[in-house]
């Protein structure tokens, strides 16, 4: 008797339970209905299909290539083909200027530019970096003679710095925009990934009965896999000798400021000219270039479009 009244016990709290449960898991399959899917969730997949054709990583829906034009992107200047940029790209000049500034300025590029496959932590070491330069190489191209010069010569800080320094100002500008270049290029990942799926929308656009088969598959996976391999080495590399180079400049700035205590003011009045003239420089190079972009889209220049990529593609 005891035996059965205490399965008859365990029989009706399993009971209990198994319909407590089963309301739990049914109140939870209602409440995942009618909430995430139909707000968060939803919002968050729209939001990954825009960064993704917004990056110009996919530009083809597999499910409509019939009906195929290519994704807008006001983040990626090289979305198009020259013969797709002239029948669809309409963006006006200070979208394009936006891009180019987003590509070739270095705030611009750390704060605004959020691509899903170059972190912020990246960019904004690079910022550092190039800031740290310009303060660097502003030290180490103030020469004695301009020293010298500035003890004998110059009364006003600001009138020498603009008459004598101007030398120093834009060699140091040029070298900013070569490390700018070079590191922008090491940690660039984008393009490789969307060179990859541009070949196989290529042979979508030729050929309509075109299958990507999971041998094909495999292989961009593969390829991307590879291509993710690389990219941790080259960071590794980026992060390293940035590291190395601004214990230099951290050094050789100390040693200098220390030697030469009276030149503080004039050396950081240099460096604030020297970014401000890197800045202006951008800022006239990109909307130089926006212009020439919109004048190969209109006028059916494909060897000035050409160029225009291709001083896009190399920063």
Same mark, same amino acid.
């Given at each position: 008797?005891?035996?059965?009244?205490?399965?008859?016990?365990?029989?009706?709290?399993?009971q209990k339970f198994s319909t407590h449960s089963i309301s739990k898991k049914n109140m939870n399959v209602k409440n995942i209905d009618v909430l995430p899917t139909q707000g968060k969730e939803k919002n968050e997949i729209k939001e990954k299909e825009n960064n993704i054709f917004n990056f110009c990583l996919i530009n083809i829906n597999l499910n409509n290539i019939k009906?195929?034009?290519?994704?807008?992107?006001?983040?990626?200047?090289?979305?198009?083909?020259?013969? @797709?940029?002239?029948?669809?790209?309409?963006?006006?000049?200070?979208?394009?200027?936006?891009?180019?500034?987003?590509?070739?300025?270095?705030?611009?590029?750390?704060?605004?530019?959020?691509?899903?496959? @170059?972190?912020?932590?990246?960019?904004?070491?690079?910022?550092?970096?190039?800031?740290?330069?310009?303060?660097?190489?502003?030290?180490?191209?103030?020469?004695?003679?301009?020293?010298?010069?500035?003890?004998?010569?110059?009364?006003?800080?600001?009138?020498?710095?603009?008459?004598?320094?101007?030398?120093?100002?834009?060699?140091?500008?040029?070298?900013?925009?070569?490390?700018?270049?070079?590191?922008?290029?090491?940690?660039?990942?984008?393009?490789?990934?969307?060179?990859?799926?541009?070949?196989?929308?290529?042979?979508?656009?030729? @050929?309509?009965?075109?299958?990507?088969?999971?041998?094909?598959?495999?292989?961009?996976?593969?390829?991307?896999?590879?291509?993710?391999?690389?990219?941790?080495?080259?960071?590794?590399?980026?992060?390293?000798?940035?590291?190395?180079?601004?214990?230099?400049?951290?050094?050789?700035?100390?040693?200098?400021?220390?030697?030469?205590?009276?030149?503080?003011?004039?050396?950081?009045?240099?460096?604030?000219?020297?970014?401000?003239?890197?800045?202006?420089?951008?800022?006239?190079?990109?909307?130089?270039?926006?212009?020439?972009?919109?004048?190969?889209?209109?006028?059916?220049?494909?060897?000035?479009?050409?160029?225009?990529?291709?001083?896009?593609?190399?920063?």
């Amino acid at each position: 008797m005891i035996i059965n009244s205490s399965n008859k016990k365990n029989r009706r709290k399993n009971q209990k339970f198994s319909t407590h449960s089963i309301s739990k898991k049914n109140m939870n399959v209602k409440n995942i209905d009618v909430l995430p899917t139909q707000g968060k969730e939803k919002n968050e997949i729209k939001e990954k299909e825009n960064n993704i054709f917004n990056f110009c990583l996919i530009n083809i829906n597999l499910n409509n290539i019939k009906e195929y034009t290519p994704k807008n992107s006001n983040i990626i200047l090289n979305n198009y083909t020259f013969e @797709e940029a002239i029948k669809y790209d309409m963006r006006q000049l200070c979208v394009i200027f936006y891009i180019f500034l987003l590509s070739k300025q270095a705030i611009f590029h750390a704060f605004l530019f959020k691509s899903p496959l @170059e972190i912020f932590p990246l960019r904004f070491c690079l910022l550092i970096f190039i800031t740290s330069s310009d303060l660097a190489l502003n030290a180490l191209f103030y020469f004695d003679d301009k020293i010298s010069e500035k003890y004998k010569n110059a009364k006003n800080i600001f009138l020498f710095t603009f008459s004598n320094n101007l030398t120093i100002i834009l060699l140091s500008t040029f070298i900013g925009f070569i490390f700018m270049t070079f590191f922008t290029n090491l940690s660039n990942l984008t393009r490789n990934i969307r060179d990859i799926f541009r070949e196989e929308e290529e042979k979508i656009k030729k @050929e309509k009965n075109y299958c990507i088969t999971e041998k094909r598959k495999d292989e961009i996976l593969k390829q991307i896999e590879l291509i993710l391999k690389k990219y941790k080495i080259k960071i590794i590399i980026l992060l390293i000798i940035e590291f190395l180079l601004i214990l230099f400049f951290a050094y050789y700035v100390t040693a200098f400021c220390h030697v030469y205590s009276s030149t503080q003011l004039s050396w950081l009045l240099d460096s604030f000219l020297s970014m401000l003239s890197r800045f202006a420089i951008e800022l006239f190079f990109s909307l130089l270039f926006g212009k020439l972009y919109r004048m190969a889209v209109e006028a059916n220049l494909e060897c000035l479009y050409n160029l225009v990529i291709f001083f896009y593609c190399f920063g």
